[in-house]
């Protein structure tokens, strides 16, 4: 029975034997210790900045919910509060009274 070709992918050439290990400098280069220790620097690195970053969106998850509920309904009743007070202004100047200079506390 003949061998059938496979269905689909990419085939790539049959590996050389090991019998001449001259033959590919780029499988000494790749199989050097200094290639090696670059790629675990590399994973090493990957995985740091993967935490790094998942906890850097938790604290920016945390601080930005906190500014909504806290900050937020602050700032919202300070407006509303000006804007009262630059009603009361705008009424006593209507009605002929004198006009005073807003309170700061």
Wanted: hydrophobic share 45%.
């Amino acid at each position: 029975m003949a061998a059938q070709p496979r269905r689909g992918g990419v085939s790539l050439p049959e590996l050389r034997s090991a019998s001449k290990p001259d033959s590919n400098i780029l499988a000494r280069i790749t199989s050097s210790p200094i290639v090696s220790r670059g790629k675990q620097a590399a994973c090493d690195a990957a995985f740091v900045s993967k935490k790094l970053l998942r906890s850097t969106g938790k604290a920016a998850w945390i601080a930005g919910t906190t500014f909504l509920i806290l900050v937020v309904p602050l700032i919202i009743e300070m407006d509303r509060e000006q804007q009262f007070n630059e009603l009361e202004l705008q009424q006593a100047s209507l009605l002929g009274a004198p006009p005073t200079a807003p309170a700061h506390k």
